[in-house]
């Protein structure tokens, strides 16, 4: 028996009525009518209201209660009165009459936020007064949430045959793309460990040490910038990896577990589409979507045009199509009937977004209006209309650029537009993969060969391909994820063999001693006959996100950093003393 309480809150209902029990919890409000004393009690899992009257000899000492004390109560369940009765709380047909009281705890005077409000009180007081933050109903459900999808995920991934496992924090520092988090060694003076980015080499070592399929929900560390959909320091992402895989055998896995989790915490209004999820190779998604991380909810596509205006007597296009831009064309669906302000609205952003405006085409009684349509060859208007099977009831929008530009505006611009004509449903969750990365990319500024995405990544065609191909035009077996326009993870079929590993570096100027250097126990165990394997990491934080309708990525962890890498809370980062500091051997400037 508990000494504190006979029940949850959320347990008590109709069938307590008579009963005299105890209970416990901090109390979320009080309400003192004269005659009778009215408190809301709230534990982890609901609310119940006590009550009692002024006859009472111990309402004096009750009313002096304030929100947030911590109280203990023993009284009678009654049932409430019709009117009275509230439908949204478990315990919402009953009330407990109070017959004795124990206060437990003392709340100061005054809170730095109320709990029992959902007032917006800023990041800086809800993260240095974290503990009060996650008493609000919305952060339970958040916290609460979390915990529900991790077991499931946990009851998923055994039922497939996955071992969990742990890999270490404490490690060497690795080139994943990020900057580490470095901790000083006080006994080898001069050297340092690194907090993981990701479990990458010690998941790959699982595999040759003859683990068929390991997963964990792993912390990973990135010194790195935040913004909305990512934490700076610390995230958890359900690291996965499997034998013998290849890539649809990895995306297959991926693919149900999403589904199945999404599917079973999503909001009623809410829909996942179906299995298998559309799938885009990296070039498709950047000529429809302008990214590799579209948003399947909005209907708007590029339409690459460049070709109609070619002799369309544009003659601002045709010079810059002489350069090597290209010409995209957005149709801007439902948009029949939009004035032209519509349209100037949308050319004014462009000139806020840096670009020198959004040229467009609109129609009226068929007639083609708007500053290109005065100039553009009616013939080549016509064919360009005809061949793209475009609708004259909606407008249609052009960007004209040098191809990384138009891609990376156009994706905006489908956005943007998306949004201004309504065509974005928020009740759906829309999953994709997007395939077929290249391996490499040119640095625009020094022209170096460097890895694109994942150095670990197997090379489609293997050692042939990178021998005799342009490493511009090699693929590798890399993939995301992506859900409503946020890519939720990134995997790949990763390179098992060393002569293989020993080229792919060499291309991106990394030597064998450097490989030797940067990976040495994965080059090593390489050796030895490790099986073709592959994983994934879908990233846990914004999966929540994204369950919980949240745009903030903080608002689904405990106890996050704010956007400078602070945490308000526990005042992190800190100065060190003198003493530790020479322990370490580290000096400051």
């Known amino acids: 028996?508990?000494?504190?309480?006979?029940?949850?809150?959320?347990?008590?209902?109709?069938?307590?009525?008579?009963?005299?029990?105890?209970?416990?919890?901090?109390?979320?409000?009080?309400?003192?009518?004269?005659?009778?004393?009215?408190?809301?009690?709230?534990?982890?899992?609901?609310?119940?209201?006590?009550?009692?009257?002024?006859?009472?000899?111990?309402?004096?000492?009750?009313?002096?209660?304030?929100?947030?004390?911590?109280?203990?109560?023993?009284?009678?369940?009654?049932?409430?009165?019709?009117?009275?009765?509230?439908?949204?709380?478990?315990?919402?047909?009953?009330?407990?009459?109070?017959?004795?009281?124990?206060?437990?705890?003392?709340?100061?005077?005054?809170?730095?936020?109320?709990?029992?409000?959902?007032?917006?009180?800023?990041?800086?007081?809800?993260?240095?007064?974290?503990?009060?933050?996650?008493?609000?109903?919305?952060?339970?459900?958040?916290?609460?949430?979390?915990?529900?999808?991790?077991?499931?995920?946990?009851?998923?991934?055994?039922?497939?045959?996955?071992?969990?496992?742990?890999?270490?924090?404490?490690?060497?520092?690795?080139?994943?793309?990020?900057?580490?988090?470095?901790?000083?060694?006080?006994?080898?003076?001069?050297?340092?460990?690194?907090?993981?980015?990701?479990?990458?080499?010690?998941?790959?070592?699982?595999?040759?040490?003859?683990i068929d399929k390991y997963f964990q929900i792993a912390p990973c560390f990135r010194d790195e910038d935040s913004r909305a959909d990512r934490s700076p320091g610390e995230f958890y992402q359900i690291d996965m990896e499997m034998s013998f895989a290849t890539q649809e055998d990895v995306l297959d896995i991926i693919s149900r577990l999403l589904f199945e989790v999404f599917n079973k915490f999503k909001g009623k209004q809410k829909s996942v589409n179906n299995l298998p999820f559309p799938t885009f190779t990296f070039k498709e998604s950047m000529e429809q979507f302008g990214c590799d991380k579209p948003d399947l909810r909005n209907p708007l596509r590029l339409k690459n045009v460049t070709e109609f205006f070619k002799g369309s007597g544009l003659q601002i296009f045709e010079k810059l199509i002489e350069k090597g831009a290209i010409v995209n064309c957005i149709e801007a669906s439902k948009s029949q009937g939009k004035p032209r302000s519509f349209y100037d609205n949308l050319n004014k952003w462009a000139i806020d977004q840096g670009k020198k405006g959004l040229g467009y085409i609109n129609f009226e009684n068929n007639e083609a209006k708007g500053p290109l349509a005065k100039n553009f060859n009616p013939e080549k208007l016509q064919e360009m209309i005809d061949k793209n099977n475009f609708n004259k009831a909606d407008g249609l929008l052009f960007i004209c650029d040098m191809p990384h530009e138009s891609y990376d505006f156009g994706s905006k611009v489908i956005s943007k537009a998306g949004q201004e004509l309504g065509l974005i449903d928020e009740n759906k969750y829309e999953f994709c993969w997007i395939v077929d990365y290249p391996m490499y990319e040119k640095d625009p500024i020094t022209g170096k060969i460097d890895f694109s995405h994942n150095p670990f990544s197997m090379p489609q065609g293997g050692m042939e391909t990178l021998t005799n191909s342009d490493p511009l035009n090699v693929l590798a077996y890399q993939y995301d994820i992506v859900c409503n326009g946020i890519e939720l993870s990134s995997g790949a079929i990763r390179n098992h063999r060393p002569d293989i590993m020993k080229k792919a570096f060499e291309i991106a100027g990394y030597n064998e001693e450097t490989i030797k250097s940067k990976f040495s126990a994965l080059f090593e165990a390489f050796h030895y006959g490790v099986p073709p394997h592959g994983g994934c990491a879908p990233g846990l934080d914004r999966i929540i996100m994204l369950l919980s309708d949240n745009e903030n990525i903080r608002e689904v962890i405990a106890f996050p950093f704010n956007q400078r890498a602070q945490d308000l809370m526990m005042n992190a980062p800190v100065q060190v003393d003198d003493k530790q500091l020479k322990e370490l051997n580290i000096k400051k400037n």
Not at 26 to 48: A, E
Not at 110 to 139: A, C, F, H, Q, T
Not at 156 to 166: D, Q, R, S, T
Request: net charge neutral; glycine share 6%; hydrophobic share 35%.
């Open 1 to 210: 028996m508990n000494k504190y309480r006979d029940l949850y809150l959320k347990d008590i209902n109709k069938s307590s009525i008579g009963k005299t029990i105890t209970v416990s919890g901090w109390v979320n409000r009080s309400r003192d009518h004269g005659n009778l004393l009215f408190i809301d009690l709230r534990d982890s899992t609901s609310l119940l209201q006590c009550v009692v009257d002024n006859s009472s000899a111990i309402f004096e000492n009750l009313s002096k209660i304030k929100n947030e004390d911590v109280i203990q109560i023993t009284g009678e369940i009654t049932e409430r009165t019709p009117e009275t009765i509230n439908p949204n709380l478990e315990s919402g047909e009953v009330e407990l009459q109070i017959k004795s009281f124990d206060l437990l705890s003392h709340c100061a005077n005054s809170l730095p936020l109320e709990v029992n409000s959902e007032n917006d009180y800023g990041e800086e007081i809800r993260l240095k007064y974290r503990y009060l933050d996650l008493r609000r109903e919305k952060m339970q459900k958040n916290i609460k949430l979390r915990h529900f999808v991790i077991n499931f995920v946990r009851e998923f991934m055994n039922g497939e045959g996955f071992m969990e496992l742990a890999t270490p924090i404490l490690t060497a520092p690795s080139p994943e793309g990020a900057r580490d988090y470095l901790v000083p060694s006080r006994i080898h003076k001069g050297f340092f460990y690194a907090l993981p980015q990701a479990p990458q080499q010690f998941k790959q070592l699982y595999i040759a040490s003859g």
